[in-house]
C-alpha cells in the first residue's frame, strides 16, 4: 500500500482519508493533510524545527493530539510545517510519538493560505487497522 491522502467533499468543513502501511506513515500523511489545506506545500521551506511528542493508550487520540499540535504551532507561533519524521512504538499497550517537524514562519507574502483551520474534530474521528496497513478520516473545522 501507498501512502495516501485524499480529499473528500463536505459541506462546510474539510474532510480526508489517509492510509498507510504503518502508523508512521499515516500520522505523516495526515499532518501533510492538515498543512495542505492551508497552504501551498510546495512553499514552505523546512527552514526550523519543533520535537513534537505524545503519549496515550489509545492511537485515535495520538493522532488527533499531535494534529491539534499542529494546529496550535500555527496559531501561537505561525508556524508552518512541510515535513515529518516520525517514531511511534507501542508498549504494553500504550502508544508514543516522537516527531521531528520541518517547516518555517508563515509569511503573508510568500505563503498565500487557502483557509484557516480552527480546530480538529472528533466528530467523523477515526483511526482503524485495515488489510496492509492503516486508515484514519478526519474532520477539520475551519
Known amino acids: 500500500m501507498k501512502a495516501s491522502r485524499t480529499y473528500i467533499e463536505h459541506t462546510a468543513d474539510i474532510f480526508f482519508k489517509a492510509e498507510a502501511e504503518t ?19 510546495d512553499a514552505v521551506e523546512p527552514k526550523e524545527t519543533k520535537e513534537i511528542v ?15 499540535d499542529l494546529v496550535y504551532y500555527k496559531d501561537a507561533e505561525q508556524l508552518i510545517f512541510c515535513k515529518f519524521e516520525i517514531d511511534i512504538t507501542e508498549d504494553n499497550g500504550k502508544y508514543r510519538l516522537k516527531c521531528i517537524a520541518h517547516g518555517e514562519t ?10 484557516d483551520v480552527k480546530a480538529i474534530t472528533m ?3 477515526e483511526v482503524k487497522k485495515i488489510d496492509g496497513g492503516w486508515e484514519a478520516h478526519v474532520l477539520i473545522d475551519i
Open 23 to 41: 502508523l508512521a506513515e499515516l500520522f505523516e500523511q495526515c499532518g501533510l493533510a492538515v498543512e495542505e489545506s492551508q497552504i501551498e506545500l
Open 54 to 68: 505524545g503519549e496515550n493508550d489509545n492511537v485515535d487520540y495520538l493522532l488527533f493530539d499531535f494534529l491539534d
Open 123 to 125: 466528530h467523523m474521528f
Open 106 to 115: 508563515l509569511n503573508p507574502a510568500k505563503h498565500e493560505q487557502k483557509v
